[in-house]
Nanobody, 123 residues
Framework: QVQLVESGGGSVQAGSSLRLSCAAS????????MGWFRQAPGKEREGVAC???????IYADSVKGRFTISQDNAKNTLYLQMNSLKAEDTAMYYC?????????????????RGQGTQVTVSS
């Protein structure tokens, strides 16, 4: 059973940075691609970023140049470094595992997701 546990969310001012972490277990590295999606109150899910097993990455246009996804395979941990945060980045952020980055970033319908961590950015 895949388990994903996020941490690192919080309340910050616009222009600040946060790093989200996701501890993953219950799968082998080659089973799934890992990524993040987010959902703000009253809005649809939005894919944020995905990292493939070769290390290549995909980002939503809204976060390109500001967010960086990475993973530490030795620690089975996924990260999302978020810089230059904006009020519109406010959302619940979910760590996710899927069989393709399309599934995570475009569809925001991964096979597995964590419980989420809240990010609130005030302007």
């Amino acid at each position: 059973q895949v388990q994903l546990v996020e941490s690192g969310g919080g309340s910050v001012q616009a222009g600040s940075s946060l790093r989200l972490s996701c501890a993953a277990s219950g799968y082998t590295d080659s089973d799934y691609y890992m990524g993040w999606f987010r959902q703000a109150p009253g809005k649809e899910r939005e894919g944020v970023a995905c990292i493939r097993d070769d290390g290549s990455t995909i980002y939503a246009d809204s976060v390109k140049g500001r967010f960086t996804i990475s993973q530490d395979n030795a620690k089975n941990t996924l990260y999302l470094q978020m810089n230059s945060l904006k009020a519109e980045d406010t959302a619940m952020y979910y760590c996710s595992a899927g069989t393709s980055c399309w599934q995570i970033v475009v569809l925001s319908r991964p096979n597995y997701r964590g419980q989420g961590t809240q990010v609130t950015v005030s302007s």
